[in-house]
């Protein structure tokens, strides 16, 4: 099976073409048909995108983490996720868009963890580039934090 395949049923679910059960079956029956056909090529031709159990898929769906998320956040540069990853990231209402700034603000390898502890704590990209311009570089996310929970 592609990842292709994979991506579209993930697709289908969050549309609600396709029940958790219809598209783990589907995985089930392409997955054996693939492991019978596939070359080696095709397993190494990824595109990214992550490979879902039917309990994954569910447990996505019920916290609205959707092919579109999941595909914006591997663009922000956030790859290999959990699927626990990705919904704590939902659940905090970490985008793509902010990942982006952060990184372009000068905070570009931050974790999942740092992610939702700077959304807490409202520690956006425009906070870090004024404390930049003020002078005060190579702060941690820890630091960061610290300094906006005193200017408050």
Wanted: aromatic content about 6%; charged content about 25%.
């Amino acid at each position: 099976m592609t990842n292709q395949e994979r991506t579209k049923i993930l697709e289908m679910v969050a549309e609600g073409s396709l029940t958790i059960e219809q598209a783990d079956q589907l995985l089930e029956s392409l997955g054996v048909q693939s492991q019978t056909s596939a070359t080696p090529d095709q397993s190494q031709n990824s595109s990214g995108f992550p490979i879902f159990t039917g309990k994954e898929m569910a447990a996505l769906e019920a916290y609205e983490v959707d092919a579109d998320y999941i595909r914006a956040v591997q663009e922000a540069g956030l790859r290999d996720l959990t699927v626990k990853q990705l919904i704590s990231l939902k659940n905090y209402e970490v985008d793509a868009d902010e990942i982006v700034a952060l990184r372009e603000a000068g905070l570009p390898n931050l974790t999942v963890k740092q992610l939702i502890s700077l959304k807490t704590y409202e520690v956006d990209a425009e906070y870090v580039r004024a404390l930049r311009e003020a002078g005060f570089s190579n702060l941690t996310v820890e630091q960061l934090i610290a300094l906006k929970k005193h200017s408050e």
